[in-house]
């Protein structure tokens, strides 16, 4: 069974012996089963290539797949990188916003500096101006006493200066 030949009846050769080289070539392929080799290994290449064209139709359906796959990939860093400025944003914000309280509270101090100054200047003038005013009042009524004082000397020294007749004129 393991020698080729065994598949050599009297039919076969007497083809073999007498036949042409040809049909020499198609006996020793039958015998050793290259054709049936040959046969496996042409099936096996069309098997290949038809999986190579099934691979190529599966890549050419996978490539708007991957393409979307890589743009929406893209998309997902960019919101990534977006959703990190937006912190960042905020965080300026937030720092920004206690800047300017921390700048407004040091004007307000600064302001309620200046007018707890003016204030006491203001209780300083008030206290001034109710001392001038007691002055004031004492002042008149020196004034106004020193007046009358003045009035009723002058009026004396006319009184003796005049004659009495003044006074009979009166009568």
């Not at 916003?97 to 209780?123: G, P, S, Y």
Request: glycine share 2%; charged share 35%; net charge negative.
């Amino acid at each position: 069974m393991e020698n080729p030949v065994a598949v050599l009846d009297q039919e076969e050769a007497k083809k073999f012996l007498m036949g042409k080289p040809s049909d020499k070539y198609n006996f020793f392929c039958k015998a050793t089963e290259l054709e049936r080799i040959d046969r496996h290994y042409a099936s096996t290449q069309d098997s290949l290539a038809d999986m190579n064209e099934s691979q190529n139709g599966v890549l050419k359906t996978l490539r708007p797949q991957e393409e979307l796959t890589a743009k929406l990939n893209a998309e997902w860093q960019e919101c990534q990188a977006l959703e990190k400025l937006e912190i960042k944003v905020t965080d300026a914000k937030v720092r920004l916003l206690w800047c300017l309280h921390r700048i407004i509270k040091e004007e307000e101090t600064k302001e309620l500096d200046k007018l707890d100054a003016f204030c006491e200047k203001f209780e300083k003038l008030e206290t001034r101006i109710a001392e001038y005013k007691k002055k004031a009042k004492e002042g008149e009524d020196a004034d106004a006493q020193a007046e009358k004082e003045a009035s009723v000397t002058k009026l004396s020294d006319e009184a003796q200066v005049r004659p009495p007749q003044t006074a009979t004129h009166v009568v």
